[in-house]
DNA sequence: ATTATCTATAGATCTATAGATAATGC
DNA sequence: ATTATCTATAGATCTATAGATAATGC
């Protein structure tokens, strides 16, 4: 409101806050663009115009495209994982010594499904990466493995104590289809809302958190019982 | 082995035969490569050297690069659609008017699983592709709307038969999560390879096939009992 | 003096098209 | 005569870098 002459405005940034902010903005750019069109259907020149920062810039702060896409993730994945390695700890003492399919996969997804629910501006183009990148063959194999595979080894462990007469097979595809079910939800990419005609909406998330965990713990028992009967293509192993 | 001097070298293939040649092998390899690195990871000029062709033909015989993966998926989505809805309607005669949730999976899915097993080498690069497409939020939600949604709701017709006392949003939910999972399936991105250390393979759909339709049928029966629990977030809808 | 940002530009690559050439088929 | 294929090229865009400028902070 005060007239304030451009040459007495004083300085509100120090050096190091405008580095950090643009820094972010770049990080939030990329990951939403990203998020929305993948590796290569975005630019660094887009990056750049989104975040209102020169083109140029992205180059001082990281090294490549691809520096930027690991520091994108670098940002995310290990909160994300830290929550998740929490969440199976605090169940593992909680269920003392008897962990359930139920408990470990609500200890699992839920963890994820809070951060959007609760910090949604901050996670939502976070959590979609993610889940393109899982169903992207070529960049981000690398990726999952590096960020999330220690703690995904630490669910199969708890459901293995769970389903102590389940078959290793069996576990490893029951959360691989966990896993599928959960990066499409995570992607949050429509298609449910126009095939349900409006009764459900990709961005419901709490809708999705109140019906996987259940949907997906009845699964592992039904394929845990059904036992012996998979296990004729495993038989093709050494 | 003859010796056949270059003037005398009879035409073997007529001028149609060589159309249609270049044709397949421009959609053979943009299937390909478009399965592997998407929509904006392959340039025009990437699959016409994969393909064996001048670049320019690309655009001799489709208009652009829309048209291009328009025309990828016009060959292929068709038939699979097709072989789906004539499985359900197989299953919608045999089971007498009482279909039950496994036999109407097992009728939807297993269809695909078996264009992979009995016709492979023709087959896994659009069914990758497929997956990418599902996946993926800018391109291709048009694409899966109009060659799939039709026999899916089928699906969910008979899915809805099966569980008479199920709501819709249950319905939707549950098959959200059965794409999910099929989808990263047919992706085969070899993060399963990795994190069960070989006991599993991205790549043996036997596999998956012998337990996806049962592990998704306990998931319906298990989010249908638990039937009004879920449904405090669809109270938001009008 | 240091460092965040911008100017200018190299060099590669991409999509697309106009027009020439060469092979088929009447 | 028709049409499949190639030559040549336009024009845009992309990643990346060298070096100049301008703002902070000692």
Wanted: charged share 25%; net charge negative; proline share 3%.
């Amino acid at each position: 409101m005060a007239t304030t002459s451009r040459a007495e405005r004083p300085p509100r940034r120090s050096r190091a806050e405008r580095r950090a902010d643009s820094i972010r903005q770049i990080l939030d750019s990329a990951e939403e663009l990203f998020a929305e069109r993948g590796f290569h259907g975005v630019s660094l020149k887009d990056i750049a115009a989104h975040a209102g920062v020169h083109h140029t810039l992205v180059h001082y702060y990281f090294d490549d495209k691809n520096a930027l896409v690991d520091a994108v993730f670098a940002r995310r994945a290990p909160v994300s994982s830290k929550r998740r390695a929490d969440a199976l700890e605090a169940y593992e003492e909680a269920c003392g010594g008897t962990p359930t399919v139920e408990g470990a996969l609500h200890a699992f997804l839920d963890s994820d499904f809070e951060l959007y629910l609760e910090h949604q501006e901050e996670w939502k183009h976070a959590l979609a990466l993610g889940a393109q990148v899982a169903n992207t063959p070529d960049w981000g194999a690398d990726i999952m493995e590096k960020h999330f595979d220690p703690v995904v080894r630490r669910l199969i462990e708890l459901l293995k104590r769970a389903l102590p007469g389940c078959s290793e097979a069996d576990l490893f595809w029951g959360y691989h289809f966990v896993t599928g079910a959960f990066m499409l939800t995570l992607a949050r990419t429509g298609r449910i809302d126009a095939l349900s005609g409006g009764v459900c909406r990709s961005d419901d998330l709490l809708a999705a958190k109140q019906r996987m965990a259940e949907f997906m713990a009845a699964g592992f028992h039904a394929i845990a019982a059904q036992g012996g009967e998979g296990a004729a293509s495993d038989r093709s192993l050494p």
